[in-house]
Structures are given as structure tokens and as C-alpha cells.
């Protein structure tokens, strides 16, 4: 048997099975002559490869973990084999890199290692929570912290930048060598205070060369609140032959919460399987108890359904959500969930949608979900994600909303004037595709479209997802157009909008003139914001059926101006 060894970041003894021996890695550079290098330059990694027994006739495919691979040749170096391959990848992130030796065009042994790599002139900030107190991120305590914030950039003492992360970020420095550069948290979900570092601020320096980038951390630690914030996510997905809803549940405090989610599925379908199985059925009604959510511990409901009768691409399906409690949530308006759904044809474990769908106004706020799936016969150690995001965004606005794992975020340009977003998931571990409870994963995150947008410009987007050392998978491609009107839309009062039935007793009905409203809110007598919607169409149905009974206001705003109106909840 011939067996490969392997030179990549630092020494490892890696176990291939009883007859393999030991594969070792070291990343290593040569020297540089600084003053022949620009400082946007650096060296790739280089991975030095042995074979035990040199033999003419060998190869090594090494697969890089970016969805690029390629065969290399190694000499006769006193009877083993030998090789030195270097490799730039675009973007720093968690990569994992498979090493295969061939020999008579049969694959004879194979290498797996994972290779942290980073850009020159990058740093990498990430949040944790600090549980023993002692400012140290210690990996066998502590636990990487994923929830939405945001991150200012101060450059010089000048602020340049302020970044939307869940988990953490890359950042690519653009000033001169020398400059220092501060990262400071400027929003942090209620119930949570930074720890570390005691000065409150990170501060990095961009150095001419970069090559061993060290992780900088920022500790979290809850502090005593009777508020919370629980928010439901939802990716809901129908075919001709199936339909699937995921519901993300997350609370940004780390005080746990019970709540209940409530779902009406459409009766176009019938319930097959749900993980974890629903607390009650009551016909097309679903209802799960759920216990002990906060920011260290996310809910994640997948259901399965089956159509009773023939399903056809086309059909619309209209499906809701509603997440409920005792009291306390300091924001309600995230706590329902609308979803008016188009039948597919073709089912695609690993798929991207957009909220609102279709035609919209310039200026709209567009949310998308890029959702995966491990559907191989192993673990994904790593996994990332590469979003070319379109031209008639403002990457300015861009939020991330929800992840289901710890993620890496950053914004890249890809040399041709085009901005793509990275979401890196490091050491997911994510189950393959037996466990169906555990082997989806999911970023959400929201962005705003330019203004002033021509009628009729199509805002397409995809995303390419990138599983440990495999080929990438491209999503479906979301698309929206800026509506094109059909007829001229008197702009204020004159817009038109309808709400039935009056009373309510569980769905409201709002009808509006096409493209005049985008936004809507309910309230109560007091002011409370109990429900905050996008307007996606014409008729524009919401949920009110767990609200108490009483009178409310329903507020809806966009082009045609801001328009209220009363209905009554039985």
C-alpha cells in the first residue's frame, strides 16, 4: 500500500484506518524580499506532500474546499514521493482539504485536514460568552456566541464602517500600513453586555504583511432583565409532490423562554412528519410547546407534508405562524409569520428565497434565506457560503438576521465592480442526511434595494454553497422586478386600501391599489406594536387570531403614502 503524507499549518497525527500511516501538516513560506512586494500581496499557502514509495506514474488530486481542484506529480525524492503545491484562495475562511493518491488511475489513499487560512491585512473578530468571567476565550468553557449585532469600524479615530454580524466578521484593512484600526460593539440583543475587553474596544493595526493572523475576541455576559425577544424565522418550501416548512425560533436574551408556536398550513396538504413532532394536531391547525428558549439555545422545527390530491406548479399556498408566550416580549412584530408560497416544480434540498416575492417598489427591504442540507453519507465539517449580491442593492443596509450555527461573515469584491457576501461556518459538524432533525442549516439576512430603481429592472440573486471538499452547489436563483406600473397611482389619500371580514376572527384581509403600500402595522389602544408585515400583493392576508379581542389600528405605508384604518378582533 502506498500512502501519502501531507505538510500543511502545524503538526497533527491524523488516523486513516489500521494499514495508513500518519499524515503530518505545516504550513511554510519562503523568505520575501519585502521590498519587491506591493502590501496587498502575500504569499498562498503551500502544502508540502510525501508519498511513502515514490513510483512513476503517481498523482495527487488534492481538492482545496473553495470548488477548485487540481492533479499534481510527484518526484522521486530518495524513494518517496514529493511535492509542493501552492494554493491562493480568494477568501479567508475554514477550508477542508482532501489529498488523493492515484496510481494506475486507481485511487489508492487518501488525506483530510482542515487549514484556517488568512488574507494578509484581515482581522477576525468574533463574539463569545464568557462564562468563567477571566476576559480569556477558553475553548473547553466558553461558547461562540451567534446572535444579530452590529460592529463599528473606526479608522484613526474617524468612523468608516459599521457591520451587521451574527457570530463574527473578517474585515479587510484598506489604509496604509501602520494605520489602527478600532472595533467596537454598538448593538448587542437586550439582556447582554460586552465583558471584554475592559476598554470596550478592539484594536488592530494593518501590518505590511499579515500572514499569521490571530483572532481577536469580544466576551459577552447576560445581565439581570425581565425582558426578552423571541422571533420566528420561517423558509417554507411546496411542490408538486411535497411541501416543507422550516421555523427557526430564536430569542436574543439568554433569559429561557417557554412559548407556543401556532401554524395553519394549508389544506392543500396533509401532515407527514415533523421533527420534533407537533404537541397537537387540530385539522390544518399545528401547535408545538416549546421549552427553554434563549440565545444559547434556538428552536428548530422541520414539518413534512404530502398533498392528499394533485398539487400543480403554479398554485399559490398560503401558510402562518404565530409564536406566543405569557408576556414580556419587548417586541411582538416578529412573532408572526405570513407566507404566500408558489408551487414548484422540482424539489432542491439546498434553496434560496426572497421576502416579498416578485414585483416590489425601489427602496424595498428584501429578505433573503439561503437554506442547506447535508445530503451526503457523512459529516460537513465546514462549510461556506458565497452570495454575489446584485447591483441594485445598498450593501450599506445589509443585516443579517438569523444563523443556525456560528458564522464568519464578510463583504468581498470579486474584481469586476461586484460585491459578494462570504458566510463561513466553521467546524458546523453538520450530521449527514439520516438524521433529519439535525442536517439543515440556514443564514438569513435582510437588504434594501436602491431607490429611484426604473420600473421594470430585474434584481436576480444566487448563492453558491460550498460543502467541505466537494463541488459547489448553486441555488435556485431568487428574482424580484421593480413593478412596472399599470396605471398612474395618485400618491397620498387617494390610495385606496380595504380591510375584511370587520370584524375579524383569525385571517384579515387587506386590499390595496397594486404597488401602493409595502409595510404594515397593527397596534393597540395604547400604541403597543403588536404586528409589523410586508405588503407583497394586492390582497395581503394577516394573521390575527391570537390577538386578544379589542379594537385595533392598522397602519400601512410606502409609495402611496401612510394610510390608517380600525378593524375589531372578535
Not at 491524523?14 to 519562503?30: E, G, P
Not at 463599528?152 to 451574527?166: F, G, K, L, N, R
Not at 421549552?291 to 398554485?315: E, H, Q, R
Request: charged residues 15%; contains cysteine; glycine residues 6%.
Amino acid at each position: 500500500m502506498r500512502k501519502i503524507y501531507a505538510y500543511l499549518i502545524a503538526i497533527f497525527i491524523l488516523c486513516i484506518d489500521s494499514s495508513t500511516a500518519r499524515a503530518q501538516y505545516t504550513i511554510t513560506y519562503a523568505s520575501v524580499d519585502t521590498t519587491q512586494i506591493v502590501d496587498s500581496t502575500c504569499h498562498p499557502l503551500s502544502m508540502t506532500l510525501y508519498t511513502d514509495v515514490y513510483s512513476a506514474g503517481q498523482s495527487i488530486e488534492t481538492s482545496w474546499g473553495d470548488g477548485t481542484k487540481n492533479t499534481s506529480y510527484p518526484v522521486n525524492n530518495a524513494g518517496q514521493g514529493f511535492l509542493s503545491v501552492p494554493h491562493s484562495y480568494y477568501s479567508p475562511g475554514t477550508y477542508t482539504i482532501k489529498n488523493v493518491l492515484i496510481y494506475n488511475q486507481q485511487r489508492i489513499d487518501s488525506v483530510v485536514r482542515n487549514a484556517g487560512y488568512y488574507h494578509c491585512r484581515t482581522a477576525n473578530i468574533f463574539f463569545y460568552f464568557d462564562a468563567n468571567s477571566n476576559c480569556e476565550f477558553d475553548s473547553l468553557i466558553d461558547n461562540y456566541a451567534y446572535f444579530p449585532a452590529r460592529v463599528e469600524i473606526d479608522s484613526s479615530h474617524v468612523a468608516i464602517d459599521t457591520v451587521s454580524v451574527t457570530g463574527g466578521l473578517y474585515y479587510r484593512f484598506s489604509g496604509q500600513t501602520g494605520t489602527v484600526y478600532q472595533f467596537k460593539a454598538i448593538s448587542l440583543p437586550d439582556g447582554l453586555q460586552l465583558s471584554c475587553p475592559l476598554i470596550d474596544t478592539i484594536i488592530d493595526t494593518a501590518l505590511y504583511q499579515q500572514h499569521d493572523n490571530v483572532p481577536k475576541s469580544l466576551g459577552v455576559l447576560a445581565v439581570p432583565t425581565p425582558n426578552f425577544d423571541l422571533a420566528a424565522n420561517v423558509d417554507v418550501r411546496a411542490y408538486s409532490a411535497l411541501a416543507n416548512a422550516y421555523v427557526f425560533i430564536s430569542n436574543s436574551n439568554l433569559n429561557a423562554q417557554n412559548a407556543t408556536l401556532t401554524m395553519h398550513f394549508s389544506p392543500k396538504y396533509q401532515y407527514s412528519v415533523a421533527y420534533p413532532p407537533p404537541t397537537s394536531i387540530n385539522g390544518d391547525t399545528y401547535t408545538w410547546n416549546l421549552t427553554n428558549i434563549s440565545a444559547m439555545n434556538p428552536g428548530n422545527i422541520y414539518i413534512s407534508f404530502i398533498p392528499p390530491t394533485l398539487v400543480l406548479p403554479g398554485d399559490t399556498i398560503l401558510t402562518s405562524y404565530y409564536l406566543s408566550q405569557l408576556g414580556g416580549d419587548v417586541n411582538l412584530a416578529n412573532n408572526t409569520v405570513i407566507k404566500c408560497d408558489t408551487v414548484h416544480a422540482a424539489w432542491d434540498p439546498n434553496h434560496k428565497s426572497v421576502s416579498p416575492q416578485g414585483d416590489i417598489t425601489a427602496g424595498t427591504e428584501l429578505e433573503y434565506t439561503i437554506e442547506f442540507e447535508n445530503v451526503g453519507n457523512a459529516s460537513a465539517q465546514n462549510i461556506h457560503i458565497m452570495d454575489t449580491l446584485s447591483d441594485y442593492v445598498l450593501t450599506s443596509t445589509l443585516k443579517v438576521v438569523s444563523a443556525s450555527a456560528y458564522i464568519n461573515t464578510m463583504l468581498l469584491n470579486d474584481g469586476a465592480g461586484h460585491k459578494v457576501l462570504k458566510f463561513d461556518f466553521p467546524g458546523i459538524n453538520l450530521p449527514d442526511t439520516s438524521h433529519h432533525d439535525s442536517c439543515r442549516g440556514h443564514v438569513i439576512y435582510s437588504i434594501q434595494t436602491k431607490p429611484n430603481l426604473i420600473p421594470g429592472t430585474y434584481i436576480p440573486n444566487r448563492a453558491g454553497i460550498y460543502f467541505d471538499f466537494n463541488d459547489v452547489v448553486m441555488t435556485n436563483t431568487a428574482v424580484n422586478k421593480i413593478g412596472i406600473p399599470q396605471s398612474v397611482t395618485t400618491i397620498g389619500n387617494t390610495s385606496s386600501a380595504t380591510l375584511y371580514p370587520n370584524p375579524a376572527t383569525d385571517i384579515l384581509t387587506i386590499k390595496i391599489n397594486a404597488n401602493a403600500f409595502n409595510n404594515l402595522e397593527i397596534n393597540n389602544t395604547i400604541g403597543q406594536l403588536l404586528i409589523k408585515q410586508k405588503v407583497t400583493q394586492a390582497d395581503t392576508k394577516v394573521n390575527v387570531k391570537n390577538l386578544p379581542a379589542g379594537i385595533y389600528t392598522i397602519t400601512l405605508k410606502g409609495d402611496g403614502g401612510t394610510k390608517t384604518l380600525k378593524f375589531e378582533k372578535l
